[in-house]
């Protein structure tokens, strides 16, 4: 059996959602044990998102492959005791309670380091710790909007979030990353360095391009829906069949070829409102309207043809429903065949392995499923 980069790592998830389970699902995925530990009344919230997945939730289905559940009531002193016993073998502690609920129970890298000194202790929050808002609730949404992305998206005079829970998907990568860097540390040295994460931290970094733009001239970008704000034409158009297509153009270069090659009007590259990239953006308004007519001439497969030709970028607006028919998305290797309780289902293989070495066959666990065989397994090593 071929080894994965992390056989040898367990890891102790006390998380719930989307953060701290995406995080530990990727460890599971190089090869991590991964021993998630649910409430006994119901588990991972997450679990009831919704009933898609052949009865399970979609978001459990994506964050959880290749994890063990064992139920534990931490308010109990026996599960609390069970609790340490997993902490004493483990590399990792990844939670994303509360701060309150952490410190607690006792359950800060401060309180756990002299107990478990080998420990890795990584906590994902809403806000850094010890900052002004380190108590605050945080949702993804209410990070989105906090941290300034909503004031870049959607279009000018109507903000929106992102339709995905990024500030959870970044928070989840930065622990993903910062455990390595940890375990790596801890290999060569012999210290646990605690990792602290939160998602308002993630998505200000995110954040950063347009936080440094607006900070130094000024002015900050407008949200533009598909456009961008410094460069013209970047986009979507409609074609003549009424299918969406994005282009983008980066040079003066690409600009009189598009005329010429794509929108058959080569005069437009000339038309003085046109002549640069800054000349463009100042004229938006009168150069979609030109695109738009030129675009609406043809259907979309020969708009398509003609941007390869000519060597302009472009992208389908892909809708949410052919996603996973898509071309790149097609070969066999892209997909994992994953055990539910609910049966077989098709999971994305991770974008990003070592010589792609993942683990093939983790399932997604039923409420509990591990319970009896992990504690059976801490007697037997007493």
Known sequence: MTALPLDGVTVVGLEQAVAAPFATRQLADLGARVIKVERPDGGDFARGYDTVVGGESSAFVWLNRGKESVQLDLADPDGFATLHRLLARADVLVAN???????????????????????????????????????????????????????????????????????????????????LAALRHRDRTGEALPVDVSLFGALTEWMAYPLYYTRHSGTAPEPMGTAHPTIAPYGAVTAADGRSIMIAVQNEREWTRLCAEVLDDPALAADPRFTSNSRRVAHRAELDAALAAACAGHPADVLIARLDTAGIAWSRLTELADLADHPELAPDGRWLSTTTPAGEVRTLRPPAAPSDRVATDGAVPALGAHTAAVLAELEEGQ
Do not use: F, N, W
């Open 97 to 179: 309670l509360s701060p309150a609920a952490l410190e607690r129970r006792g359950l800060t890298a401060a309180a756990l380091a002299p107990r478990h000194p080998h420990l890795i202790t990584c906590v994902i929050s809403g806000y850094p710790p010890g900052g002004p808002s380190a108590r605050k609730k945080a949702y993804d949404a209410l990070v989105q909007a906090e941290a300034g992305l909503m004031s870049l998206t959607g279009s000018a005079g109507a903000p929106a979030k992102v339709g995905i829970s990024i500030a959870d998907i970044a928070a989840g990568c930065y622990a993903y990353s910062g455990v």
